[in-house]
C-alpha cells in the first residue's frame, strides 16, 4: 500500500502561512489523486481540499480562497500552502491518496500519520 508522510505543521500565530508537505515513500513513480483532511480535538475528520491527476483542485468552503494545494513537479509530492490561518484551521491535518492502478497492482487509498498546526 501507499505509506504517507506529512510535514510542516507547527504553532503560528493568526494571519501568518504555512506550508505542509504530504510525500509517498512508496509507489513514487504513480500520481495519485491526493486530499487534505483535518481533525480537531472532539470533532470529526473534515475535508480540506483535493487535487486531482490533471492537476484541478477543489476545497471546502471554510479554507477557499486561503488554502492552496498544489504539485511541486515530483510525482509522489503534494503541497497544502495555508494562509491567513486563524485559531479555527488548528487541528491535525492528514493526507489521503485515492485508490488507482499502478504499476498493474489495485493500490488502495491510504492516510498519512498527520501534522499539527497549531494557531493563536
Known amino acids: 500500500h501507499v505509506q504517507l508522510v506529512e510535514s510542516g505543521g507547527g504553532s503560528v500565530q493568526a494571519g501568518r502561512s504555512l506550508r505542509l508537505t504530504c510525500v509517498a515513500t512508496?509507489?513514487?513513480?504513480?500520481?495519485?489523486?491526493m486530499s487534505w483532511y483535518r481533525q480537531s480535538p472532539g470533532k470529526g475528520r473534515e475535508f480540506v481540499g483535493q487535487i486531482v491527476n490533471d492537476g484541478s483542485t477543489t476545497y471546502a468552503d471554510s479554507v477557499q480562497g486561503r488554502f492552496i494545494i498544489s504539485r511541486p513537479g515530483a510525482v509522489n509530492t503534494v503541497y497544502l500552502e495555508m494562509n491567513n490561518l486563524k485559531p479555527d484551521d488548528t487541528a491535525m491535518y492528514y493526507c489521503?491518496?485515492?485508490?488507482?492502478?499502478?504499476?498493474?497492482?489495485?493500490?488502495?487509498?491510504?492516510w498519512g500519520r498527520g501534522t499539527q498546526v497549531t494557531v493563536s
Open positions: 512508496t509507489y513514487t513513480y504513480c500520481r495519485f489523486d
Open positions: 489521503k491518496s485515492d485508490p488507482r492502478y499502478c504499476g498493474g497492482y489495485y493500490v488502495a487509498d491510504a
